[in-house]
């Protein structure tokens, strides 16, 4: 029989009958064991409470009145954008300063109607204008010496053609002594002598009249180009006259066209630069629209795209007919003509709020705008439905100042959250109550 003992510290001892046979210790759990054991459970509550977070719903409570909810709806899109736009004058002419100098005289006064060819305003330039006269003077002097040697050669031709009549007279005279001698000295009544004479005098004048005839062809030749020239020199030394004069007449600014004067800057006695601007014309019989355009439609904006305006009560609509594809802050502008009619009350300077269309009108499921879209982008939205929201993934096209148009995800009638999202922490699903 066997008896065993086990004492306070642990120690187990068999006995049989009354004889001790055996120690027997109580056996220990080791640390390896522990830890086998330790990553088991570890692992399991793991897994369960993997399984547990993904059959969970993140759900928030929200205050009905803090926040947004819109209705999916179908209609017609058409994408525009709002655009700030000034009346200006349908055609402005810049009057600058041609040639610099000090404002002497001012004619007529800034917002006045002037007719093409009003003087505005005098300048005075002693410089330029001595300039001009000494340049005036040598070519005046170049002009009378050219004139001088055209009279010259004038002459000259004169004198040859009376040589010619003269050597034509003289060989007259001489041909009658030749015969007269030839048939005297055939009766010898004139020496042989005197007969020889004549007839080389005679043929002397016969040759000397046959070089002179070939003088005037080359002095003819040479006269004639001579001419072309003189007349060409003297033509542009006309036309810088001409210059030099207008240059002198520039110091009096005069209107270009007919219109409205503005914008004029210039005192007595004030200095102006050349080609500085100092007012300018407007033609106010029509008026335009300068719009100011963010840089992001400058490759949409064209020539053709309509533009409305309310006014009045009424809608005017208008036509881009000139884009400026330069960019400055941010920003290009163009030019907007009415089409037909116009307001009857425009003033030049005024501002006006226009919507641009980018397309034609359409047909499409339409969401309206939110400040939902900086949260999701337009990727996703809480879709309301009895009492509570959930996520849904959308897309989204075009938008306009009002609406988004739905590509996927929504249908017509549905409604949804379009307020902002922040408060929200990304809950899965939103319980919606009123405190009323």
């Known amino acids: 029989m066997w008896l065993i003992a086990i004492y306070p510290n642990g120690t187990m001892l068999g006995y049989r009958g009354n004889a001790m046979d055996k120690k027997i210790e109580r056996k220990r759990f080791n640390a390896k064991k522990l830890l086998i054991y330790g990553s088991v459970i570890v692992g399991v509550a793991l897994i369960v409470s993997f399984y547990v977070s993904s059959y969970s719903v993140n759900r928030i409570k929200v205050d009905a009145e803090k926040i947004t909810i819109d209705e999916v709806s ?21 009057l600058d300063a041609i040639e610099g100098g000090r404002v002497e005289e001012l004619f007529i006064e800034d917002g006045k ?56 007279v003289d060989i007259k005279q001489a041909k009658k002594q030749f ?39 080359v002095d003819s030749t040479f006269r004639n180009s001579q001419l072309k020239q003189i007349e060409s020199s003297l033509e542009l030394i006309q036309k810088n006259l001409a210059f030099l004069q207008g240059s002198l007449e520039n110091l009096v ?60 009560d009424k809608t005017y609509f208008l036509t881009v007919k000139k884009v400026y594809p330069e960019v400055s802050n941010g920003e290009f502008t163009a030019d907007m003509l009415f089409e037909e009619i116009k307001p009857t009350t425009i003033k030049r300077g005024q ?26 982008g337009g990727a996703w939205i809480y879709v309301v439905k009895d009492g509570k929201a959930q996520k849904r993934e959308i897309k989204l096209g075009r938008q306009n100042p009002d609406y988004y148009e739905v590509l996927d995800g929504l249908e017509p009638g549905e409604q949804v959250v379009t307020s902002k999202y922040t408060m929200f922490e990304n809950a899965d699903e939103l319980i919606i109550e009123s405190k009323k």
């Open 351 to 376: 501002s006006f709020q226009l919507k641009l269309e980018l397309s034609d009108k359409t047909k499409a499921v339409l969401l309206p705008r939110g400040a939902f879209y900086q949260e999701t």
């Open 253 to 312: 600014i005069k209107a270009p066209i007919d219109g409205q004067l503005s914008s004029l800057k210039a005192e007595i006695g004030e200095t102006k630069s050349k080609g500085e601007n100092i007012a300018q014309i407007d033609i106010i019989t029509d008026y335009k629209i300068r719009v100011r355009i963010s840089e992001h439609y400058v490759s949409r904006v064209v020539m053709g795209l309509r533009g409305s305006i309310e006014e009045d």
């Open 74 to 94: 179908n209609g017609t899109f058409q994408e525009f954008i709002p655009v700030t736009g000034n009346v200006m004058p349908i055609k402005t002419v810049y």
């Open 113 to 168: 109607m002037v007719t093409a060819g009003t003087p505005i305003m005098r300048l005075s330039n002693q410089e330029f204008q001595m300039d001009a006269i000494n340049r005036e003077a040598q070519l005046l002097d170049q002009q009378n010496n050219l004139r001088n040697t055209r009279l010259g050669m004038d002459r000259q031709s004169v004198q040859l053609k009376q040589d010619l009549l003269q050597l034509d």
């Open 179 to 217: 015969e007269l001698n030839k048939a005297l000295v055939a009766e010898n009544l004139v020496s042989k002598n005197e007969f020889e004479k004549s007839e080389d005098n005679y043929q002397h004048l016969l040759a000397k009249r046959k070089l002179h005839v070939q003088n005037m062809r």
